[in-house]
T-cell receptor, first 114, second 116 residues
Framework: GIQVEQSPPDLILQEGANSTLRCNFS?????LQWFHQNPWGQLINLFY???GTKQNGRLSATTVATERYSLLYISSSQTTDSGVYFC????????????????FGSGTQLTVLP | EAGVAQSPRYKIIEKRQSVAFWCNPI?????LYWYQQILGQGPKLLIQ????????DSQLPKDRFSAERLKGVDSTLKIQPAKLEDSAVYLC??????????????FGPGTRLTVT
């Protein structure tokens, strides 16, 4: 099956710093989502971004589908940004008739210090 | 718009007992998913429903896990009997009809299960 690798596994920042999280995937994908899992375990949707670039406030994401990677940028980080960031992909070709599913990476644990 | 609802939020049981989790997806979402998330890992798909039919249960341990979505709306996931390794967060997600194209999935708050 498809491999989804996230880096770095852990990241510690001072409040106000910028960061870049990376997601590499081993095959073509139909869908790519970025999630933030807060300390209470809730998965919060950040971006639905199978290709291209999107921005939402201090966060932005870029997916280069042809090179099989996606980047999540966090600018001017705040303590509330702490948590685990997951990348998840839908790997099956539409033509295969397979049900649409998500395969998750192992996440990046972000800690923002005050 | 209400999000995905799950209950209970927390459950502690002894091994060999049974437990059930409930999920109500976003209104109008045809596809419902159950995921298992073990501490320190990403969520892993257990079972996927399209309306009231199962489209993928290949990763569901069927000797002890079962799930149903009888009326194509809410769903129940059951574990019987539970093992220590079943301690995890069980997440429910939903998306609009998702067979011919990929849609964004939305997750509920999860149920944290501890098996002692």
């Amino acid at each position: 099956g498809i491999q989804v690798e996230q880096s770095p596994p852990d990241l510690i920042l001072q409040e106000g710093a910028n960061s870049t999280l990376r997601c590499n995937f081993s095959d073509s994908v139909n869908n790519l989502q970025w999630f933030h899992q807060n300390p209470w375990g809730q998965l919060i949707n950040l971006f639905y971004i199978p290709s291209g670039t999107k921005q939402n406030g201090r966060l932005s994401a870029t997916t280069v589908a042809t090179e099989r990677y996606s980047l999540l940028y966090i600018s001017s980080s705040q303590t509330t940004d702490s948590g685990v960031y997951f990348c998840a992909v839908d790997p099956f070709p539409i033509s295969s008739g397979s049900a649409r599913q998500l395969t998750f990476g192992s996440g990046t644990q972000l800690t923002v210090l005050p | 718009e209400a999000g995905v609802a799950q209950s209970p939020r927390y459950k502690i049981i002894e091994k060999r007992q049974s437990v059930a989790f409930w999920c109500n997806p976003i209104s109008g979402h045809a596809t419902l998913y159950w995921y298992q998330q073990i501490l320190g890992q990403g969520p892993k798909l257990l079972i996927q429903f399209q309306n009231n039919g199962v489209v993928d249960d290949s990763q569901l341990p069927k000797d002890r896990f079962s799930a149903e979505r009888l009326k194509g709306v809410d769903s129940t996931l059951k574990i019987q009997p539970a093992k220590l390794e079943d301690s995890a967060v069980y997440l429910c997600a939903s998306s609009p009809r998702g067979l011919l194209r990929s849609y964004e999935q939305y997750f509920g708050p999860g149920t944290r299960l501890t098996v002692t």
